[in-house]
């Protein structure tokens, strides 16, 4: 689960830096490379303003990671002693909503034409030719990474919290354990996030060296960089379904009981059964995830349609 998490949020910033850039270009009046389709592979297109705000981007993300930790390490804690019927649904609510954020990215380009694309670069210069401050507009952006960060670290807190309730701990155990957790995850997972994006940078370092080794491996990043940010995308896609899957599927037992079921009939397949007994369930996580995606979408667009939003 810990590494679906951080693979979802990679996607979720890397989308957001996506935007930057192109406000950054904008507001530059020059091309250059940052994330995803929009990073150069050559050295000299790779800096500029957009590398610029790869960090501060990660770097406000982590900070809303903080907040939203220092609220939920206390809710959990009044919720598990005051009303702890109300952490599965709860859970399943931020489930549902990863779900949704998952179907409605791979929806986009079926959901979304060209036109409406266009439409919201052209909002983007809009809003730029205009004078808006391009860091308002980019803290707009983030606040999107922020809550899908939220549901992710309440799924994290629970967790712990649950361990640490099945040892017997005593309150302040729990309060110190459950913050250590909440600091640790915060670095280690946008500490690693930071250093995913600025992979390209280090290339372009290393690319300029003059010996031969160096410059090898410093082209051999930037090359690296832009497929490996285009597979997290995908990958992280899958990832909100498989964890937003999972979080339902624990919590409907029909689907939980199916899960264990199939893991257990494909576990006697010679020489694979063990592995397909090990996949087989997040499997059926990430499926049922893709439908409950599926659903809330037709809904979210049904209600939108209503009330004459697009």
């Not at 020489?271 to 809330?296: E, F, K, S």
Request: net charge negative.
């Amino acid at each position: 689960m810990a590494a679906g998490s951080l693979l979802a949020l990679i996607d979720d910033i890397a989308s957001v830096l996506d935007d930057v850039a192109l406000m950054s270009k904008v507001a530059a009046k020059k091309t250059a490379g940052v994330l995803g389709d929009d990073l150069a592979l050559n050295a000299q297109q790779v800096t500029g303003v957009n590398a610029d705000r790869e960090l501060p981007v990660v770097w406000s993300v982590a900070l809303g990671s903080l907040r939203n930790k220092a609220i939920l390490v206390p809710a959990a804690l009044a919720i598990s002693a005051f009303l702890p019927q109300a952490i599965t649904p709860l859970l399943m609510l931020g489930g549902a909503y990863l779900c949704f954020e998952g179907f409605e990215k791979l929806a986009h380009k079926y959901m979304h034409s060209a036109s409406e694309d266009a439409a919201h670069e052209e909002e983007l210069v809009t809003a730029l030719a205009a004078g808006a401050d391009m860091r308002t507009v980019e803290q707009d952006k983030i606040k999107g990474a922020v809550r899908t960060d939220f549901i992710l670290s309440a799924e994290i807190i629970v967790i712990a919290l649950g361990v640490v309730n099945e040892g017997g701990a005593s309150f302040g155990a729990q309060v110190a354990a459950l913050v250590a957790v909440a600091i640790a995850m915060t670095v280690g997972v946008y500490g690693l996030v930071a250093a995913i994006v600025k992979m390209d940078d280090v290339g372009l370092w290393l690319s300029k060296k003059s010996g031969a080794l160096a410059r090898g491996l410093g082209n051999l990043l930037l090359a690296a960089a832009p497929r490996l940010m285009k597979a997290l995308s995908v990958i992280g896609t899958v990832a909100m379904f498989m964890v937003g899957g999972g979080i339902i599927g624990h919590a409907v037992e029909p689907l939980h009981h199916l899960a264990e079921s199939a893991a257990h009939a494909v576990s006697g397949v010679p020489a694979v059964g063990g592995l397909l007994a090990a996949v087989t369930p997040t499997v059926i996580d990430a499926v049922a995830g893709v439908v409950v995606g599926a659903v809330v979408l037709l809904v979210v667009t049904l209600v939108q349609r209503l009330r004459g939003k697009h």
